[in-house]
């Protein structure tokens, strides 16, 4: 199935109203001012059990045994062109909540019998692009870690285009960003940008 000109945008903070959500607004705005949908995503507000690595999704083509929020997300991701995913960075890395979530997704994946077993995503060749973007206490881009790698090397994996990948450093009070129209306009404008992308494929 192909998927719709939607853009999925993810918050994987656990702190309501944060930096990380802000901007996902800003962005939801730049893509929602196209005529693109867009549908905001809070990972909090989900229970998503780590991955087990029971390999059942290699048979099902989905996790047949963990039922969870994930279940509620799977036919969100399918049905969406766009995907902007953002996480803080906690210990040089994203979110816990993050990594659940992207471990999930692995039921996308096909693989071969033979060691090592080639792969490929059911997911791939389908125009996907999404944008990935951190949000960081420290003002130095290497106190982010593998933030963005850890978000950007999956999805890239499973088939999407990472046409961005955005470092914000400097802020950890709740909501700081808002206080910074320069910075909020510049992601707006991605929003926007991803979202022309997905209507001129």
Same mark, same amino acid.
């Given at each position: 199935?192909?998927p719709?000109?939607?853009?999925?945008?993810?918050?994987?903070?656990p702190?309501?109203?944060?930096? %990380?959500?802000?901007? +996902? @607004? =800003?962005?939801?705005?730049?893509?929602?001012? *196209?005529?693109?949908?867009?549908?905001? !995503?809070?990972?909090?507000?989900?229970?998503?059990?780590?991955c087990?690595?029971?390999?059942?999704?290699?048979?099902?083509?989905?996790?047949?045994?963990?039922?969870?929020?994930?279940?509620?997300?799977?036919?969100?991701?399918?049905e969406? %062109?766009?995907?902007? +995913? @953002? =996480?803080?960075?906690?210990s040089?890395?994203? *979110?816990?909540?993050?990594?659940?979530? !992207?471990?999930?997704?692995?039921?996308?994946?096909?693989?071969?019998?033979?060691?090592?077993?080639?792969?490929?995503?059911?997911?791939?060749?389908?125009?996907?692009?999404?944008?990935?973007?951190?949000?960081?206490?420290?003002?130095?881009?290497?106190?982010?870690?593998?933030?963005?790698?850890?978000?950007?090397?999956?999805? *890239?994996?499973?088939?999407?285009?990472?046409?961005?990948?955005?470092?914000?450093?400097?802020?950890?009070?709740?909501?700081?960003?808002?206080?910074?129209?320069?910075?909020?306009?510049?992601?707006?404008?991605?929003?926007?940008?991803?979202?022309?992308?997905?209507?001129?494929?």
């Amino acid at each position: 199935m192909q998927p719709r000109l939607k853009v999925l945008c993810i918050s994987g903070s656990p702190r309501g109203g944060g930096n %990380t959500d802000v901007l +996902l @607004g =800003s962005f939801l705005r730049g893509v929602e001012e *196209t005529g693109v949908e867009g549908e905001r !995503i809070f990972l909090r507000d989900y229970v998503i059990q780590p991955c087990i690595g029971c390999e059942r999704c290699r048979k099902d083509r989905l996790c047949s045994k963990l039922h969870d929020g994930m279940q509620l997300l799977y036919p969100k991701i399918i049905e969406s %062109t766009g995907l902007i +995913l @953002g =996480s803080p960075t906690h210990s040089y890395n994203v *979110t816990a909540m993050v990594k659940a979530f !992207i471990d999930r997704l692995y039921p996308f994946f096909e693989f071969s019998d033979d060691r090592p077993r080639k792969y490929h995503s059911r997911l791939a060749g389908q125009g996907r692009k999404a944008i990935v973007y951190s949000v960081s206490e420290q003002d130095e881009t290497g106190e982010t870690g593998f933030t963005l790698e850890a978000m950007g090397y999956p999805l *890239t994996a499973l088939g999407y285009e990472v046409v961005d990948d955005i470092s914000v450093t400097g802020f950890f009070d709740r909501g700081a960003v808002r206080h910074h129209m320069d910075l909020l306009d510049k992601v707006y404008e991605k929003g926007r940008w991803l979202a022309e992308m997905i209507l001129s494929t």
